[in-house]
C-alpha cells in the first residue's frame, strides 16, 4: 500500500502533483487520487511539489522534509567543492567515528537511481583494523599468482605487482592508499541500471566526504584485486546476485591541498543536426 494522502484542508487543488508524476498514476478528482499502485515508482515528487505541503506518501509527512527555499547551497561554494576536491593519497591514522561514516552513507543514498530502484548495497570498512585484514589477505592471494606467473598482463598485473612489491618492500599501501575505510557499492544485477547506480552513489559520497572534510580516492587497484580474487566479495557479505559497482577509500586526510588545479576546457561537441 502507497498510503497516498491528500489532507484537504491544505489542498489548493492545483493540480501540480498530477502534472508532475512521471509514471502519470495520479489523477485529479475532487482532490488527486492515486489510480494505479502498481504503476508508481515511489519516487515521492507528489510530496515534494506540493506548494502547501498535502500530500503524503508512503507514510513520509510532508513536514519532516527539508524545506528548499532558502536551504539551497551557494554554487560558487560548490563549484569551488567540485573543483577544489583531489584524490587524497595521505591520511591520519586515526578512524572516522562510526557516526560520521552513517551520515555520509544516509546522504549518499539520497543519490537518484534507474526507475528509483534504490538498491545500491553500501558495503563499508568501519575500522582500520579491518581493513589491515583485508590487505594482507589481498597481498598474499595476489603474491601467490605473482610467483605462479600467474598475473595477467597489462595495467592489473602492472599495478597489482607494484602493489605486493611496495607492501612488502616498504610497507607502502598502494591498494588502500593508507586510508583506514573503504566503501564499495554493489547492486542487483537484474536491476534497471546497477552499473550507473553504484558509480552515481559513490560520486554522490565523495562530494559529502569532502564538503564534511573527509578524504577520498577512488580505487581502481582494489577492483583489480578483486577482480583476481572473486571470492573476496562473498567474505564481505555481498551478496552473489549483486554487480559490483565501484570502490573508494577514504579516512581523514593527512593533506591539505591550498588550492585548485586548473583542468579545461571541457571536450565539447555540439550537435548539429
Ligand atoms: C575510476 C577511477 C579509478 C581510480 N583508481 C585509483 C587508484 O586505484 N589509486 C589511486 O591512487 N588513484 C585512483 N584514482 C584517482 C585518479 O588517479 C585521480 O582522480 C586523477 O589522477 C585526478 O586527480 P584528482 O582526483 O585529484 O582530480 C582513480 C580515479 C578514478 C576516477
Request: some cysteine; hydrophobic content about 40%.
Given at each position: 500500500m502507497l498510503q497516498f494522502h491528500i489532507d484537504e484542508e491544505r489542498c489548493i487543488q492545483c493540480g501540480e502533483c498530477v502534472l508532475e508524476?512521471?509514471?502519470?498514476?495520479?489523477?485529479?478528482?475532487?482532490?488527486?487520487?492515486?489510480?494505479?499502485?502498481?504503476?508508481?515508482?515511489?519516487?515521492?515528487?507528489?510530496?515534494a511539489v506540493c506548494p502547501t505541503a498535502a500530500v503524503s506518501i508512503l507514510g513520509k509527512n510532508p513536514d519532516v522534509s527539508t524545506v528548499l527555499q532558502g536551504n539551497m547551497p551557494d554554487p560558487a561554494s560548490l563549484v569551488t567543492l567540485i573543483k577544489g576536491r583531489r584524490a587524497v593519497r595521505r591520511y591520519r591514522d586515526k578512524d572516522l567515528v562510526p557516526e560520521l561514516i552513517d551520515e555520509l552513507l544516509e546522504v549518499s543514498c539520497h543519490a537518484p537511481t534507474g526507475v528509483n530502484a534504490r538498491s545500491v548495497l553500501f558495503t563499508v570498512v568501519r575500522e582500520r583494523a579491518v581493513l589491515d585484514e583485508l590487505r594482507e589477505y589481498l597481498i598474499s592471494r595476489i603474491d601467490?599468482?605473482?610467483?605462479?606467473?600467474?598475473?595477467?598482463?597489462?595495467?592489473?598485473?602492472?599495478?597489482?605487482?607494484?602493489?605486493?612489491?611496495?607492501?612488502?618492500?616498504?610497507g607502502k599501501d598502494i591498494i588502500f592508499r593508507g586510508a583506514p575505510h573503504l566503501l564499495i557499492t554493489s547492486a542487483p544485477a537484474d536491476a534497471p541500471c546497477p552499473d550507473q547506480d553504484c558509480l552515481i552513489?559513490?560520486?554522490?559520497?565523495?562530494?559529502?566526504?569532502?564538503?564534511?572534510?573527509?578524504?577520498?580516492?577512488?580505487?581502481?587497484?582494489?577492483?583489480?584485486?578483486?577482480?583476481?580474487?572473486?571470492?573476496?566479495?562473498g567474505k564481505l557479505g555481498i551478496p552473489e546476485n549483486h554487480t559490483l559497482g565501484y570502490a573508494i577509500a577514504f579516512g581523514d586526510p593527512a593533506v591539505e591541498y591550498l588550492r585548485t588545479v586548473q583542468r579545461g576546457p571541457a571536450l565539447v561537441n555540439v550537435v548539429k543536426w
Open positions: 508524476c512521471p509514471a502519470g498514476v495520479i489523477a485529479m478528482e475532487d482532490y488527486p487520487e492515486m489510480i494505479n499502485e502498481e504503476g508508481c515508482f515511489q519516487c515521492q515528487h507528489c510530496l601467490k599468482q605473482k610467483e605462479e606467473g600467474k598475473l595477467p598482463e597489462g595495467l592489473v598485473g602492472k599495478y597489482l605487482g607494484w602493489s605486493v612489491k611496495a607492501w612488502q618492500e616498504e552513489a559513490l560520486t554522490t559520497f565523495q562530494l559529502i566526504a569532502h564538503a564534511k572534510g573527509v578524504g577520498t580516492v577512488w580505487d581502481g587497484i582494489c577492483m583489480m584485486a578483486l577482480g583476481l580474487c572473486p571470492e573476496v566479495a
